[in-house]
């Protein structure tokens, strides 16, 4: 139940809506002051994140007295449609973000972002040039995630989830020059990420997500380190603080880009077990890009599933009789009060009408259920 919500006085006999939420990013306002790889992605047709990441120190430079008043109305802008629509654990949007990995990355020490180094990524989905590590990877200065988490609650009549990237999907998006120990490295990382959402916790925030859709490509990784590490991130959280992990199965470079190289959904099968056992509440995963075997959710005996049930690489506006039947059928699966909907993933890629447009069609489908 979302915190500051009261059913509503209805018959026994009816059923509460399901509960919505987002996942992260959301089309930017256009007077924001740092553009993303969506941006880009929207523009060109694909996405080039070495241009938003050498681009975005400049874009971070000008006019810097009037960013924050840009950020607040970016983030109150994408919070209204979000709640306009029906969900109620929305996201900022990651509006203050140029990509949601490197701008975790940018408050520690440890990483280079002047000189990029040249990779190929994502099981050869695609390549580009990515900042580095050239150092042990530490805390630099005070929390970012409290701040940008107070200026977005204070504008939100709903409670705000905040999302981190988890440390085997930062690893995964950039360039280790220093460790070459993919444990100690993932645990480093951990202990950055687990300091930021401390400090959530001290300013307020009730629910606190971190991503890692590397675990749908590297389940190996995952299995060894990386769910060690997801812990590692949620050390100290009370049990008064929802706990999330977002698992995708990959972006496209594009909308409607339908040969792209996604992760096989079969690893949610292989990491069900753990992901089941691990210290944390909430799992999210896609649904309606890879249409899972619903057995899946079975598996699942222990977590809230949050469950994919928009494409967020699609220009097709789905149905909310689709969606109904979906649900539905995964309801035959899992109990109630342990189903969550959500998009697939962030919405950054769509045009900002077409992401309103289908997240009314899925919390209006979240209400007939």
Request: glycine share 6%; net charge negative; charged share 30%.
């Amino acid at each position: 139940m979302v915190e500051g919500f009261k059913k509503p006085s209805i018959g026994k006999t009816m059923k509460w809506p399901l509960e919505t939420t987002t996942l992260g990013a959301f089309p930017k306002p256009n007077y924001v002051p740092v553009r993303d790889w969506f941006d880009l992605a929207r523009k060109t047709g694909g996405m080039n994140t070495a241009e938003t990441t050498r681009q975005y120190s400049t874009d971070i430079g000008k006019n810097k007295n009037k960013h924050e008043k840009l950020f607040i109305r970016a983030a109150k802008e994408v919070l209204d449609i979000q709640i306009r629509a029906g969900i109620l654990i929305p996201t900022d949007g990651e509006v203050r973000r140029e990509n949601y990995i490197h701008y975790h990355c940018r408050h520690l020490a440890g990483f280079d972002f002047n000189k990029l180094e040249h990779r190929v990524l994502r099981d050869g989905a695609y390549e580009t040039d990515l900042p580095a590590i050239r150092g042990k990877v530490l805390t630099s200065g005070k929390s970012y995630s409290a701040h940008d988490y107070l200026a977005s609650q204070a504008v939100s009549s709903q409670p705000v989830k905040f999302t981190l990237p988890g440390p085997l999907t930062i690893m995964d998006t950039t360039a280790d020059c220093f460790y070459d120990d993919r444990p100690k490295l993932n645990a480093d990382l951990a202990d950055t990420i687990n300091k930021e959402v401390l400090a959530l916790v001290d300013a307020g925030c009730k629910y606190i997500q971190v991503d890692e859709p590397l675990f749908a490509r590297a389940v190996k990784d995952a299995l060894d380190f990386g769910m060690e590490g997801l812990e590692r991130c949620f050390h100290g959280v009370p049990k008064s603080v929802t706990r999330i992990v977002h698992m995708c199965c990959g972006y496209p470079d594009h909308l409607d880009d339908h040969d792209y190289k996604k992760a096989n959904p079969s690893s949610y099968h292989d990491l069900s077990k753990s992901i089941d056992e691990a210290d944390f509440d909430q799992v999210s995963i896609e649904d309606k890009h890879c249409c899972n075997d619903l057995n899946l959710l079975e598996k699942f005996q222990h977590k809230t599933v949050i469950f994919g049930s928009l494409a967020i690489a699609s220009s097709r506006l789905e149905t909310a009789e689709e969606v109904v039947e979906r649900l539905k059928a995964a309801l035959n699966h899992i109990d109630r009060d342990r189903l969550v909907v959500a998009p697939d993933c962030g919405l950054g890629l769509l045009p900002t009408q077409l992401a309103e447009d289908k997240l009314r069609v899925m919390c209006k489908a979240a209400a007939f259920i």
